[in-house]
C-alpha cells in the first residue's frame, strides 16, 4: 500500500469578520480644502500679493462651518451596519460548515482506506483508485477554501460598500442641510487627531441615520 501519495488535510478553516472601514469624507469637501492649501503656497511665493491674499484667506476660513463624526462610535451604534455585520457572520458560519462537513467526510474516506489495507482487503488497483479519489477529494478541499474566502471577501465588500454610502449620502444631505463646509471623520483610523467636542455632531447622525434605517426597512 503507498501510503506516502496521501496527504491527509484536515484543517479547520476560521472565517474572521473584517471591521468596516468607513471613510465618510466627502470628496468636494477635500477637493475645496485642498485647493485653499494650495492657494496659500502660491501666495507665499508672491511676495506683492502676500498680503491682500493672506487677508482673503482668513476671511475664508473665517465664514467655513466645520463639525466631525467620531466613526468609532458611529460604528458601534449605526444599526445597518451592526446587522450587516450579522449578515457576514452568519454567511461565513455557513460556508465554514459545509468546508467543515467535506473535510470530515475526507477524513473519514481515508481512515477507512486505512483500515482495509491493514486488513488485506484490497486489490493493488483498488488502491490506486482509493488513492486517486482521496487525492481528487482533497484537491477539491482546496480549491473549496480558496473559493470560499474570495466569496466571503467579496461578500464583505458589497455589504461593506452599501454601508458606507449610506452614511456619504447622508451626510452629504446633512451638510447642505445645515450650511457645513466640513464634516470631518474623527476616530482612531482618521488624521483628525483632537478636536473641540463642541463640533462633533456623531449622536445627532447617529439617531437620524437609525431613524432612517429602520424607516427604510419596514417600508
Do not use: W
Request: aromatic share 8%; glycine share 4%; charged share 25%.
Amino acid at each position: 500500500m503507498n501510503r506516502s501519495k496521501i496527504v491527509l488535510l484536515v484543517a479547520v478553516f476560521t472565517l474572521a469578520v473584517v471591521q468596516f472601514s468607513c471613510n465618510t469624507t466627502i470628496k468636494d469637501d477635500k477637493e475645496e480644502e485642498s485647493n485653499v492649501e494650495s492657494t496659500a503656497i502660491v501666495v507665499e511665493t508672491t511676495p506683492k500679493a502676500n498680503v491682500e491674499a493672506n487677508e482673503t484667506s482668513v476671511s475664508n476660513m473665517g465664514d467655513m462651518k466645520i463639525a466631525y463624526v467620531n466613526t468609532d462610535t458611529l460604528m458601534a451604534q449605526y444599526n445597518y451596519y451592526l446587522d450587516a455585520v450579522k449578515k457576514i457572520e452568519a454567511y461565513e458560519k455557513q460556508l465554514r460548515r459545509q468546508y467543515e462537513s467535506k473535510a470530515a467526510k475526507l477524513k473519514q474516506d481515508y481512515e477507512t482506506y486505512v483500515s482495509q489495507g491493514k486488513a488485506g482487503m484490497l486489490t493493488l488497483q483498488q488502491q490506486k483508485d482509493t488513492e486517486a479519489k482521496l487525492q481528487q477529494q482533497q484537491n477539491d478541499l482546496l480549491q473549496m477554501e480558496q473559493n470560499m474566502t474570495q466569496q466571503s471577501g467579496i461578500k464583505r465588500q458589497e455589504i461593506s460598500g452599501k454601508v458606507t454610502q449610506s452614511i456619504v449620502d447622508f451626510l452629504n444631505g446633512y451638510r447642505i442641510e445645515n450650511g457645513y463646509t466640513f464634516i470631518l471623520q474623527y476616530g482612531s483610523m482618521s488624521g483628525l487627531l483632537s478636536a473641540d467636542p463642541s463640533y462633533d455632531i456623531t449622536k445627532e447622525v447617529v439617531e437620524r441615520l437609525n431613524r432612517k434605517y429602520e424607516f427604510d426597512r419596514n417600508h
